[in-house]
């Protein structure tokens, strides 16, 4: 019997940001074709892979106001 070999969720992740080896995905998508529980993980990983990437990430008012304020600052030293 061939033994099965365990992923991680480390192994999904790799998974999903392509840095696996071309024979390395092919041995998690064959498992995730069998595993309904790595499966669902790795579902859950690649929706929040997605709204990661969709999130825009911006600095809020007051921490932009914080770095003009820093650098006026550092030009009046000058």
Same mark, same amino acid.
Request: charged share 30%; net charge negative; with cysteine.
């Given at each position: 019997?061939?033994? !099965?070999?365990?992923? !991680?969720?480390? +192994?999904? &992740?790799?998974?999903?940001? *392509?840095?696996? %080896?071309? =024979?390395? $995905?092919?041995?998690? +998508? #064959? $498992?995730?074709?069998?595993? %309904? ?7 859950? &990983? ?7 990437? %969709?999130?825009?990430?911006?600095? %809020? +008012?007051?921490?932009? #106001?914080?770095?003009? *304020?820093?650098? *006026?600052?550092?030009? =009046? *030293?000058?």
């Amino acid at each position: 019997m061939p033994m !099965t070999k365990t992923f !991680t969720p480390q +192994d999904l &992740m790799r998974r999903l940001y *392509h840095e696996t %080896s071309p =024979e390395e $995905a092919k041995e998690i +998508d #064959k $498992a995730l074709l069998c595993d %309904s529980e790595l499966q669902r993980q790795y579902t859950e &990983m690649a929706v929040l892979k997605k709204e990661l990437d %969709s999130a825009q990430m911006q600095p %809020s +008012d007051a921490t932009v #106001k914080n770095i003009l *304020h820093y650098a *006026h600052g550092l030009q =009046e *030293h000058r």
